[in-house]
Structure formats: structure tokens, C-alpha cells
């Protein structure tokens, strides 16, 4: 057996992207010893990082705004489902989030000495902050980075996967525990650089692990948003809320080749120059569907997406299988002062803007579903927030544009602070409650030849993207979860192989335990909502329907899934 590892803290924040670094700044500020671990690079991981587009905040420096305002916009972009309180922290807190960054250095771009604001779909004015030259993203995370350098209290710890949360009476031997009924007390974790378990035991603990993306073969996220978050708040007793609402971008790039870029860059290009979308035959068709652009750029993502696909089953898609983005009527001098250096890039990739167009297609990008939680992130199981895109509930049925960093730094400040406050409650790490993970942890199981975990990652990608897509049936949705139980099992409950150091198979089995049941629960929801509302679109179903107001709740009871509607929301809470 590999020697196990254990550590001790105030403080657990699991995953280090946006979400992560701003909780682990936050409980530190408060003078909480914090432990931050990420299953990649610290600060490196994750969605913001990839970020290149805009933030969403009513900071009214160009334009007179008000939060209000924002929240208005937020609720309407959620089709009813928003968690009035939850948006209202988003965006009442941005404008203050937003300038503590500002005040640490990460840049917004300005105009005579204003922060700039672009004008993004949805939005009832220009608010989307930026760093400018498709920096948004890499730029906060560099200065959360740099913040967290000069924080003694912190300790970040990268190339650790955790497995399971620990909760207080969970051994078999001492109690008959049931999920959600004890105390978080820590975490068993995957060292990925030894193969060996680490126990982490903490008084408080923050899930910031972000969305689901990766579920899908074609995905704009980090290779590790697969979902984890969403699983282990799950098999802790959390409730999960709204898995069926999964936010696909409507415009990832898909041809011609291009290495080293995102392939959701073309956003920004749209805020600042418009740009045409065109379908095969070079004509603009988004007027078909609702909303007619003229080279601006005011179509949501989903109405987008629903235009794009449209265009492609008639018949009237690119080569590819998706559509043009045109940017051939912006002069060269106008693009170069907008994108700078961008512009040079893309040329080295054999991109000439002025003289071709671009193809794009539909890729998921975000989740809006999530770990149930109120406006203290607390999940409702004792000791346990989450924080970030692993929260459901502030975006309802579909995220307003610009709404995902401001969501990662509000709520990963406002898990940080609300930490510090059950750090008298705890109780304490018993290695005796951690015995089911480090058993499954340090087990031996079938070979890589016997059970080909990673061809079954790409199987499930494909499941996904095929029948949980952008638009559904119920015979999709059904074959899907026909499928994906296959998998499962085939997957066994054993790992792959035996413990060692950086295991691909054994560290994809450890993956697709999670990914396999979020997959589940995020299918059977979409089957479970006969209508079509923001980003969960059903062919069968296509009209939204009033009764449906209402958001879907998922459990774990006894290893089976257990789905709940919540209550009707009522149209003056779901306009508020």
C-alpha cells in the first residue's frame, strides 16, 4: 500500500480557478488558514483562465447604470428561473468585485480615463467590462494569482484530485450514515504525482470546481470541467438544481484551422466591429428566427444557436457544418486598432479577416444548472459551500452574456467570507469516516486492455453531444440514458489498474465515476421538462410552457437519483 499523505486546515477550497482563488483570498483576508488544491495548476485550470470576452457589471463609468438594471436584464435572460436572491448578490456585488480587482491591477481597458463598457446581447446598455486584445480572462487570473503569491495564509497545492468529501458518522462500523447528515470534515484526494491518498482534514469546505462542459465533444472549456463538483456535492447529500440547462456558444470557431487561439474568440470581435453571419449562400439569416441583426450583434446565445442549426438541417450550412462570420467590411486599420496584436495571429494561422470569412459553430460553453445553495453559498449540508459556475440557480434557463466571471469572483468572495463564520462548528476529521475513498483510492482493478476507460470518455462525449445537444427529443434523451447506464456498467466499481504515478486510465476511471453520473442526471432532466425554455431546447416539445416555471431538484437517496419539481415561481418573483 503507498504511503498516505495527511493535511490539516481551516479552510478546503477545491478547484482554483476564479471561483477558488477568490474564496482562498477572501478566508485568508479573514485570517483563515486556507488550502487551496486543484486537480491542475494552481490559477491555471478551469473556465476564467480561457476566458476572452467581457464582465458584466453596472459600474456606469461611460454609461449612467445601476445594479438594478443588470439584475432586470439577468432575470429576464433566465426565462423565469432565477433565484431572485442569488442574481441580486451577482449583481448587486459586481460593481465592488470588479473594482477591487481594478484596484489590484488587472487592467480594464479605459477611454479617457473610464473604464470601457461594450455592449453585449441582452443587455439594456453598454456594462460588459474588458482587458483589452482578448485578455479578459488570462488577465484576471493572473492578478488573482499574484494576489494569492503575497498571501502567507494560503497554501496552493496543484496536481491533486480530490475523490470524495468526508463527513462526520460516515463509518459503516460506528453509525448507519446517511449523506447530508454529518459534518463535512475534510476530503480524500488523488495525488496524481505519486498515485498516492492524501487525506485533508477542514473545518470548512468550498466547492469551486466549475461546470460540465467536457461532457460534450466539442467544448470551450479547461479538460478538467467534467463535472466533479457537481458529484461530490451529490454523493455529500447537496441537492443539485436546473442540470438541464447547459449554455451552448453559439459561435465557436470551426474553420479554417487555427493553433494557439481560443475557439471562442470571436465574441469580442463582435462587441467592438459587429460582424455578419451568413449561412452558405452568404446570406444574413438571423431575421428568420426573430431577430434581425444588420451586422450588429444583438441575437442571444440560444436564439443564435437555434438560427444556426436551423440553417445547417436546411441545407444552407458552410462546408463544415455551421456558418460564416464575416468581418470582410471592417478596414484593416479598423481592425488592427480594435484587436492589435490579435490580428497578427490569427494572419500567422492563414487568417486574413479582410478577405475571408470565418466558419463557426455551436459549442458548449457553460452551465447554468448547479449545486443548490442560498445567498451564504451554503449547500445544506453542514460545513459544505460551493462557489462559482458549480453554483445553480443565479442564471436560471439561460446566463445573460458577461455574467460568468462576475459570477466566479462574487460568489468565490462571498464563500471565502461566509467560511470563516462555521469555522466554530466543525467537527473533527475521523480517518475512520474517510475508509470508503481510500479504499476505492488505493484499490487494484481490471487493466487499461480490459476496460478502456478513455475510449469510453470519448464514447460518452459523443452520447452527449449527440443526443443532449443544443435540441432534443424525448427518443434522444431516452436512447441517451439507455447509453449512458451501459457505460456505467461497464465501467465497474472497481479502478482501472493500481495505484501510480500520473495513470491516464486509472485517473479517466476516476473521471468518468463522476462524469457518467452527472451525465445521467443532466439527461434525465432534460427529459423529465417537456417545453423548451432558454437553453434547453426539445423539438417535441418547442414552446414554453407557463406551468414549468418551476425549477427541477435532484438527490441521492441510497444510490438512486430522486427528482423533485420545486414550486411554481410566480411571474412578479420571476420578474422581481
Not at 459586481?94 to 470601457?116: E, N
Not at 494569482?145 to 460516515?170: A, E, F, P
Amino acid at each position: 500500500m503507498a504511503e498516505r499523505r495527511h493535511l490539516e486546515t481551516d479552510v478546503l477550497v477545491i478547484g482554483a480557478g476564479g471561483a477558488g482563488m477568490s474564496a482562498a483570498i477572501a478566508a485568508a483576508d479573514g485570517g483563515a488558514d486556507v488550502l487551496l488544491a486543484d486537480r491542475s495548476l494552481i490559477g491555471r485550470g478551469g473556465a476564467t483562465v480561457m476566458a476572452m470576452m467581457t464582465v458584466a457589471v453596472a459600474v456606469g463609468e461611460e454609461t449612467p447604470d445601476d445594479w438594478r438594471f443588470h439584475y432586470r436584464d439577468t432575470l429576464t435572460a433566465g426565462r423565469g428561473l432565477c433565484n431572485p436572491k442569488l442574481a441580486r448578490l451577482l449583481c448587486e456585488e459586481g460593481p465592488d468585485a470588479i473594482r477591487q480587482m481594478d484596484g489590484w491591477g488587472v487592467g480594464w481597458a479605459r477611454r479617457d480615463g473610464h473604464i470601457s463598457q461594450a455592449h453585449a446581447p441582452g443587455h439594456d446598455r453598454p456594462r460588459c467590462v474588458y482587458v483589452d486584445f482578448l485578455n479578459t480572462g488570462p488577465a484576471v487570473s493572473k492578478t488573482l494569482r499574484t494576489v494569492l503569491h503575497n498571501r502567507d495564509r494560503v497554501r496552493r497545492i496543484g496536481d491533486l484530485m480530490v475523490i470524495d468529501v468526508v463527513q462526520s458518522g460516515s463509518d459503516p462500523a460506528r453509525s448507519a450514515a446517511v449523506a447530508g447528515q454529518g459534518k463535512v470534515t475534510g476530503a480524500v484526494a488523488l495525488d496524481l504525482t505519486t498515485g498516492r491518498a492524501v487525506t485533508i482534514a477542514a473545518k470548512t469546505t468550498i466547492i469551486a470546481t466549475g461546470g460540465l462542459t467536457r461532457l460534450y465533444s466539442r467544448n470551450s472549456a479547461s479538460g478538467n470541467m467534467g463535472g466533479d463538483g457537481y458529484a461530490l456535492g451529490l454523493r455529500a447529500g447537496a441537492k443539485l438544481i436546473d442540470m438541464e440547462f447547459v449554455q451552448f456558444f453559439p459561435i465557436g470557431h470551426l474553420a479554417p484551422r487555427m493553433i494557439g487561439m481560443d475557439p471562442i474568440m470571436w465574441d469580442p470581435f463582435r462587441y467592438k466591429l459587429g460582424g455578419r453571419l451568413l449561412n452558405g449562400n452568404m446570406e444574413e439569416f438571423t431575421g428568420r428566427y426573430g431577430t434581425e441583426e444588420g451586422g450588429k450583434y444583438v441575437v442571444t446565445r440560444d436564439n443564435a444557436t437555434y438560427a444556426i442549426l436551423q440553417e445547417v438541417a436546411a441545407g444552407r450550412g458552410t462546408p463544415h457544418g455551421g456558418a460564416y462570420l464575416s468581418f470582410m467590411h471592417i478596414p484593416v486599420e479598423q481592425l488592427k486598432a480594435a484587436f492589435g496584436p490579435v490580428i497578427d495571429k490569427l494572419t500567422a494561422n492563414g487568417i486574413d479577416l479582410t478577405k475571408m470569412p470565418v466558419e463557426v459553430a455551436p459549442i458548449a460553453h457553460y452551465h447554468m444548472g448547479g449545486i443548490a445553495v442560498d445567498e451564504a453559498m451554503a449547500t445544506g449540508v453542514s460545513q459544505l459551500l460551493a462557489s462559482g459556475e458549480a453554483v445553480g440557480g443565479a442564471n436560471g434557463a439561460n446566463r445573460l452574456s458577461g455574467n460568468a466571471i462576475t459570477e466566479a469572483l462574487v460568489f468565490g468572495r462571498q464563500a471565502g467570507r461566509k467560511a470563516l463564520d462555521l469555522l466554530g462548528s466543525s467537527a473533527a476529521f475521523d480517518q475512520r469516516d474517510a475508509a470508503a475513498a481510500l479504499s476505492l483510492l488505493e484499490a487494484t482493478g481490471p487493466s487499461a486492455r480490459e476496460v478502456n476507460t478513455a475510449a469510453m470518455l470519448a464514447e460518452l462525449q459523443s452520447i452527449m453531444w449527440d443526443d443532449v445537444g443544443p435540441f432534443r427529443t424525448a427518443e434522444g434523451l431516452t436512447r441517451a440514458v439507455e447509453r449512458i447506464s451501459a457505460l456505467d456498467s461497464k465501467l465497474g466499481e472497481t479502478p482501472v489498474g493500481s495505484p501510480g504515478a500520473y495513470d491516464m486510465s486509472r485517473l479517466d476511471w476516476f473521471d468518468l465515476r463522476n462524469m457518467l453520473l452527472v451525465a445521467r442526471v443532466v439527461t434525465q432532466a432534460a427529459l423529465m421538462r417537456t417545453e423548451s425554455r432558454g437553453a434547453h431546447q426539445r423539438y417535441d416539445y418547442p414552446g414554453l410552457i407557463d406551468d414549468w416555471t418551476r425549477n427541477q431538484i435532484v438527490s441521492l437517496e441510497g444510490g438512486r437519483l430522486v427528482f423533485t419539481s420545486g414550486p411554481l415561481i410566480p411571474a412578479e418573483v420571476a420578474a422581481a
